[in-house]
């Protein structure tokens, strides 16, 4: 099972993402800032980080660069944004995200990113 920290700060936003990963098979734990995320992503080490760019007390590139900076470079970390230009992705590129995702999230999309990124071939239903 994919573990997946996901770091979203609209309350909205975090539990509709938990609900739908969470019944697409993936084992989801939720944050609320950039701080709680650059720990959780350190103390559970998760799969990959689903980062939204914009959090409070610590935003998501810098969380993710903290995360970088402590050593876990194989962490695969998604970022998340309503920022669709092209400067955005290269920023999140350049701070350490491995990949990029536009809100609103179109989740056949990320579910397909997240089993690439991570390796894992797509679950068959039973």
């Not at 944050?31 to 980062?51: F, I, K, Y």
């Not at 998340?80 to 179109?106: W, Y």
Request: proline share 4%.
């Amino acid at each position: 099972m994919i573990r997946v920290l996901l770091a979203e700060d609209h309350d909205d936003n975090r539990d509709m993402l938990v609900r739908r990963l969470t019944r697409a098979g993936l084992e989801v734990r939720a944050v609320a800032d950039g701080r709680q995320a650059l720990e959780a992503a350190l103390s559970w080490q998760p799969d990959v980080v689903l980062m939204d760019v914009s959090m409070p007390v610590m935003s998501g590139l810098d969380a993710t660069r903290e995360i970088r900076a402590a050593g876990a470079t194989d962490l695969k970390i998604i970022a998340l944004t309503a920022h669709a230009m092209v400067e955005s992705r290269e920023q999140c590129l350049a701070a350490g995200c491995n990949g990029f995702a536009t809100k609103p999230i179109d989740l056949p999309t990320l579910l397909q990113d997240i089993r690439t990124i991570t390796n894992q071939p797509e679950e068959k239903a039973a």
